[in-house]
């Protein structure tokens, strides 16, 4: 799927900013940018999933925010992504990076629980890589991979918000919707590889460097009028490790959320 496909219509949008990568909860998710489109047909969808390259990526989100109370608060993660399509349909893998400090807490025992519901499903999900596939005929499925416990839990749409899946597919395949890029501004024409595409919503401003051969933002940056509010994403193009990280999980046992309910 190339930009000027993109910009034909091809798909609808929800937010613009991966909710997946939000499965830790600790970030609130950011409101959609634009107004989405009409649903797009299933096999067009299909045949736009079938177009898109596959991609490992490392993506970084940071955020800052000045309160009204004056307090500057900033927050960063980093999620590693991988996207693929194969006959039966696409899937996108999303495990999160954990900074080095909190790796060497754990491998010498320390637990780091998610507030109220530790020993609950939030808790044992906390971290927990998400997998996300879309079928041929439009049918989603999502998937957490419990490693300590050798599980590929199923996540009902009841739950999906609880891992975070927000229900936007293309978001998740895409991370920047093309419905949402079909309504911003090229500024200026391709650059080594890259479209810049820009869209201004009141006092908000939202920036997309396109990667046009990779479908893939290499930078998102919303941003409002007066300095007080900053979102940026990056993501970069990382080495597919050996063995893949959806390897283990192949011999995992399957089962469903409610199995992780006390």
């Not at 190339?2 to 609130?28: D, I, R």
């Not at 993506?59 to 992504?81: C, H, M, Q």
């Not at 051969?213 to 009028?225: F, K, N, S, T, V």
């Not at 050996?242 to 199995?259: L, Q």
């Amino acid at each position: 799927m190339t930009f000027s496909v993109v910009k034909s219509g091809l798909l609808a949008a929800a937010v613009w900013m991966p909710v997946a990568v939000l499965a830790h909860g600790a970030e609130p998710a950011p409101a959609s940018v634009a107004a989405p489109a009409a649903k797009p047909s299933v096999p067009a969808t299909t045949a736009a999933v079938q177009a898109t390259p596959p991609a490992d990526l490392r993506v970084t989100y940071y955020t800052r925010n000045i309160g009204s109370d004056g307090v500057l608060r900033e927050a960063t993660y980093t999620n590693r992504v991988y996207r693929r399509a194969t006959p039966q349909g696409g899937w996108v893998w999303t495990e999160r990076e954990l900074p080095e400090a909190l790796r060497k807490s754990q491998v010498h025992g320390h637990e780091h629980s998610q507030g109220p519901h530790a020993g609950h499903a939030h808790d044992e999900a906390s971290g927990a890589p998400l997998r996300v596939s879309r079928g041929n005929d439009g049918k989603e499925t999502v998937e957490i991979i419990m490693d300590k416990l050798h599980r590929v839990i199923e996540v009902e749409g009841a739950h999906h918000g609880n891992v975070g899946y927000g229900g936007s597919w293309d978001t998740q395949y895409w991370l920047v919707p093309p419905a949402m890029l079909r309504a911003m501004q090229p500024v200026g024409s391709v650059k080594n590889g890259v479209q810049r595409l820009r869209q201004t919503v009141g006092e908000q401003t939202t920036e997309v460097d396109w990667d046009v051969r990779g479908q893939y933002p290499r930078l998102i940056e919303r941003r409002d009028a007066h300095g007080t509010a900053l979102t940026r994403v990056k993501a970069e193009r990382i080495a597919m490790p050996s063995p893949a990280p959806w390897a283990a999980s192949e011999k995992f046992d399957h089962g469903d959320y409610s199995d992780l309910l006390d």
